[in-house]
Nanobody, 126 residues
Framework: QVQLVESGGGSVQAGGSLRLSCTSSGYTYSNNFITWFRQAPGKEREGVAGIYIVGRGGVTYYADSVKGRFTISRDNAKNTVFLQMNSLKPEDTAMYYC?????????????????WGQGTQVTVSS
């Protein structure tokens, strides 16, 4: 049984940083995506950052809204993917989810992913 568990959310002031973690069990990262999504109340779900796992490395993808501020990375030994979020803005406030095992199509389309975590809340105050 595949489980994805997010952690690291919280409340910060604008300009601050948070690091989110997505730890998986029952799933082997290999030649597929692990991606962070977010959804704010009343807004559509947005693909924030994805990493295509290749061997011990990966190819990263970012939404324009977070380029230069967010960094996605992985820890092979811990089966964990991180999302380092710097220079946070109030508009980054959302529930953040990690998702894995994508079918063919764009990395940022949530409907293509087969496994999801329960989410972690990020709140950025001005």
């Amino acid at each position: 049984q595949v489980q994805l568990v997010e952690s690291g959310g919280g409340s910060v002031q604008a300009g601050g940083s948070l690091r989110l973690s997505c730890t998986s069990s029952g799933y082997t990262y290999s030649n597929n995506f692990i991606t962070w999504f977010r959804q704010a109340p009343g807004k559509e779900r947005e693909g924030v950052a994805g990493i295509y796992i290749v061997g011990r490395g990966g190819v990263t993808y970012y939404a324009d809204s977070v380029k230069g501020r967010f960094t996605i990375s992985r820890d092979n030994a811990k089966n964990t993917v991180f999302l380092q979020m710097n220079s946070l803005k109030p508009e980054d406030t959302a529930m953040y989810y990690c998702a894995a095992d994508k079918n063919d199509g764009s990395w940022s389309l949530g409907e293509l992913y087969n496994y999801w975590g329960q989410g972690t809340q990020v709140t950025v105050s001005s």
